[in-house]
C-alpha cells in the first residue's frame, strides 16, 4: 500500500472487478481511458485479463482509492520492458466521473513516478495518449514527461483518424525537478509526505 496526497495505491484484487466491469463498460471512460469508447468487455473478458496480469510479472495494476472514504476510484498500472535499460509503460484512468477534474490525475501520475522513479530506480517511463485527450497530456507534462513522438492516424474514433502521441520522461528529469513537482501538486502536503514515505528511520536495536 502506498499514500500520497488523497489517494491510496493498493494491490488489485478478485472483489475489484466488478468495478473494473463498470468502468470498462462505461462510454465516457474508455474514450479517455483508451480512445475507443465502443469496445465493450464482458465478465468473462474482464475476469480473464485479471487472470493473466496475475500470470504476467511484468504487468503491475493498482487500486486507486481515496483516502478519506476508501472509495475505489481508479487504475493504474505500469508493465516493465528491458532488461539493459529498465524501462515501463505506464497506464492511469479515473473510473468515477465524480472525481474528474479535481487534479486527481496528477496525484495519481505523480505517485506512479514516486514509485517507480525513487522507490524502484527505474530509469525511464512512458506514456501514450491520444491526440484529443488534452486533460491527459496536461496530467502528464505536470509530472516532466515530455511529448517525444507521435504514431500518425494510428486510431479512429467517431468516424475520424486520428493520431496517438507517445510522452516520455527520465529518471534524472524527473529527479532533478521532484521538489517542485511534490509542491506544485501536493501543496502544503509535500512537506508532510516526504516526512512519512521519504526517509528512513533508524533505530538503536
Known amino acids: 500500500m ?6 491510496r495505491f493498493r494491490a488489485f484484487v478478485k472483489n475489484d472487478l466488478s468495478y473494473l466491469e463498470k468502468w470498462e463498460n462505461s ?3 474508455t474514450l479517455y481511458s483508451r480512445g475507443d469508447p465502443l469496445v465493450f468487455k464482458s465478465t468473462e473478458d474482464i475476469e480473464r485479463q485479471f487472470q493473466e496480469t496475475l500470470e504476467d510479472e511484468d504487468r503491475h495494476r493498482f487500486m486507486i482509492e481515496m483516502k478519506e ?13 528491458g532488461s539493459k535499460v529498465k524501462n515501463a509503460d505506464i497506464g492511469t484512468y479515473i473510473g468515477e466521473q465524480d472525481y474528474w477534474n479535481q487534479s486527481i490525475g496528477k496525484e495519481i501520475a505523480l ?7 525513487f522507490h524502484k530506480n527505474f530509469d525511464r517511463l512512458s506514456a501514450w495518449s ?12 505536470s509530472v516532466g514527461f515530455q511529448n517525444s513522438g507521435r504514431a500518425r492516424k494510428s486510431g479512429y474514433v467517431f468516424g475520424k483518424r486520428i493520431d496517438w502521441l507517445m510522452f516520455d520522461l527520465l529518471r534524472e528529469e524527473y529527479m532533478s525537478n521532484r521538489e517542485s513537482y ?6 502544503p502536503e509535500s512537506e508532510g509526505y516526504v516526512n512519512r514515505q521519504c526517509k528512513i528511520r533508524l533505530n538503536d536495536h
Open 182 to 187: 511534490l509542491e506544485d501538486i501536493l501543496g
Open 130 to 141: 491520444s491526440s484529443f485527450n488534452k486533460r491527459s497530456h496536461k496530467v502528464l507534462e
Open 111 to 117: 505517485g506512479l513516478c514516486e514509485v517507480l522513479f
Open 69 to 81: 472514504n476508501g472509495k475505489n476510484i481508479g487504475v493504474a498500472t505500469y508493465k516493465e520492458r
Open 27 to 29: 462510454r465516457e471512460v
Open 2 to 7: 502506498f499514500e500520497i496526497g488523497r489517494i
